[in-house]
Nanobody, 127 residues
């Protein structure tokens, strides 16, 4: 079992950038693929990005591809999501999630594949 704590959300103008972080604690001896999901007001939670336990494989939703970058520092048990060229439609609560790795390249992309969730951090993009 792992615990996830996100940080880095805030208010930013359109076109700006933010870097979210997610600190993983608990049973970090298991390999975990790490993902970011987001949920906008009045909408369902959606997948944004995922990185494999090895860090060698990443995958992005089309809506964020080319603007967001997911990375991880396994020595610090931390996963990051760099948000660039932000748009008002990126406004959402951003959630970090962990999935037990089936391989070093495993990149799950659905909520049902996740084994643990953080409580979220709010990103608000003003126009």
């Amino acid at each position: 079992q792992v615990q996830l704590v996100e940080a880095g959300g805030g208010l930013v103008q359109a076109g700006g950038s933010l870097r979210l972080s997610c600190v993983v604690s608990g049973r970090t001896d298991s390999n975990y693929a790490m993902a970011w999901f987001r949920q906008a007001p009045g909408k369902e939670r959606e997948f944004a990005a995922v990185i494999s336990s090895s860090g060698l494989t990443t995958y992005y939703a089309d809506s964020v591809k080319g603007r967001f970058i997911i990375s991880r520092d396994n020595a610090k048990n931390t996963v990051y999501l760099q948000l660039n060229s932000l748009k008002p439609e990126d406004t959402a609560n951003y959630y970090c999630a962990a999935a037990r790795g089936r391989s070093h390249f495993y990149t799950p992309r659905t909520s049902g594949d996740m084994d643990a969730w953080g409580k979220g951090t709010l990103v608000t993009v003003s126009s």
